[in-house]
């Protein structure tokens, strides 16, 4: 069973970016793809974008364009997700998701999540 | 964008059954996913494609669509069902927001 293991906690100030990793045990994301979500303190959860392992070919959720980036790094089996020009309403917990076509694209694996902290 | 509507709270005790329902325009002609999320841990998929359960996922968990509106029924409830369930769906931009979750408790 595919794991995704993300990065430790992260603070940082306002106006600054943040970047957090999402590596798989082990299968390639050739045929999958990697969504992040977000959940801030108390809140439900908020859909940032995704990327296609296949082809690399990102979708952001409007919100969010223009301010974070999505990436791969097929070699080492990790996902990035950077998200600029930090705010305090962007403390929360990140997860990482595999979406698969075998499950019409539904997010089956999670990672255990990030905690980013944005404060001055 | 679009918008999924969910109830803020459902209650039910044990052995009975929950229905949380999701309504939303894309619902109509695109798929929906639904995630069990309990205190402090990540989400579960506990249903994709309206009404598939991936493996896994007790036969007690069921999906269904007419419409607008899609479904997620929990069968002879159990007190480890107590969580935050969200609903999912796409439109053919690509975006794919969350309901804003509903709550469930067993009495």
């Known amino acids: 069973q595919v794991q995704l293991v993300q990065s430790g906690a992260e603070v940082k100030k306002p106006g600054a970016s943040v970047k957090v990793s999402c590596t798989a045990s082990s299968k390639t994301f050739s045929n999958v793809g990697i969504a992040w979500v977000r959940q801030a303190p108390g809140q439900g959860l908020e859909y940032m974008g995704w990327i296609s392992g296949y082809n690399g070919k990102t979708n952001y959720a409007q919100r969010f364009q223009g301010r974070v980036t999505m990436t791969t790094d097929t070699s080492t089996r990790t996902a990035y997700m950077e998200l600029r020009s930090l705010r305090s309403d962007d403390t929360a917990v990140y997860y990482c998701a595999r979406r698969d076509v075998i499950i019409y694209f539904g997010m089956d694996v999670w990672g255990p999540g990030t905690t980013v902290t944005v404060s001055s | 964008s679009f918008e999924l509507t969910q109830p803020p709270s459902v209650s039910v005790s044990p052995g009975q059954t929950a229905t949380i329902t999701c309504s939303g325009d894309?619902?109509?002609?695109?798929?929906s996913y639904w995630y069990q999320q309990k205190p402090g841990q990540a989400p579960v998929l506990v249903i994709y494609?309206?009404?598939e359960r991936p493996s896994g996922i007790p036969e007690r968990f069921s999906g269904s669509s007419s419409g607008t509106t899609v479904t997620l029924t929990i069968s002879g409830v159990q007190a480890e069902d107590e969580a935050d369930y969200y609903c999912?769906?796409?439109?053919?931009?690509?975006?794919?927001?969350f309901g804003g979750g509903t709550k469930l408790t067993v009495l």
């Open positions: 894309a619902l109509s002609n695109q798929y």
């Open positions: 999912q769906s796409s439109d053919n931009t690509g975006s794919s927001p």
């Open positions: 494609k309206d009404n």
